[in-house]
Structures are given as C-alpha cells and as structure tokens.
C-alpha cells in the first residue's frame, strides 16, 4: 500500500494529493500534525536520503529555531528536531512500498507509480 506522509494544509500536499487522487492512485495519508512520525521511520528516511534532504531548513518552523538548536546539525539532532518539530520534516514522503519519494514533481510520481494505477 502507498502512504503518502505529510501535512493536510500544506500546499505542496494538497498539489501531491490532487495529482494521485486524478490518477486514481489508491494510497493512505499519514499526517504527521494528528498522528506524529516514529523515529524509526525517521531513521529509515534520513539513511535513504540524508537528513540534509528530510529536514525542511527553508520552512518558518526552522527558521524560528534559536540559533543553537540551528548550530551543528548531524543526522541525530536532525531526527530529534524533527520528532518534536514535524513540521520541519519536508514534505510530501512517498511510501511507494519500493522506494520513498521526498517532495513532490508530477514526473517523478508518474515514472515511480507505473503499473499502480487504477
């Protein structure tokens, strides 16, 4: 099953979901804002990816961030920031159940879900 991770008001969200939903792709959401996110998934994400691409630094949760918590970020402070701070993870996160997809762009979407559509 697909699971697409994210946020419901954000827009690059609504964008991601408009276009799944247009495909007749079937998947479920995970918002992080009700549900919250596991380290474990975290981790899994910042091992595939890098925390430098799960960690939303351009968003205004971050930039709010005293200049501490700022200062000598690794994989370990990302995940930590981003468990207490989910709106600091970027979004949307594809779950294809093959590969996870971080962000959101029409093409990508459509070459990684070829042969799910309804």
């Known amino acids: 099953m697909i699971t697409m991770y994210g946020i419901k008001n954000c827009d690059t969200i609504k964008k ?11 998947y479920n959401f995970h918002d992080y804002k009700v549900a919250g ?5 975290l981790e899994e994400w910042v091992m ?8 939303n630094r351009s968003g205004t949760t971050f930039k709010a961030l ?4 700022k200062a000598h970020i ?7 920031l981003m468990i207490t701070n989910p709106s600091m993870i ?3 996160i594809l779950d ?7 962000g959101f762009k029409a ?3 459509e070459n990684a879900l070829q042969g799910v559509k309804a």
């Open 16 to 26: 991601a979901r408009n276009w799944l939903d247009n495909e007749r792709v079937t």
């Open 74 to 80: 690794d994989a370990e402070k990302a995940i930590l």
């Open 66 to 69: 005293d200049a501490g918590d």
């Open 107 to 109: 093409t990508t979407y």
């Open 48 to 55: 595939e990816h890098g925390w430098e691409t799960i960690l």
């Open 96 to 102: 294809t159940g093959r590969e996870t997809i971080v």
């Open 90 to 92: 970027k979004r949307p």
């Open 37 to 41: 996110v596991d380290k474990a998934k």
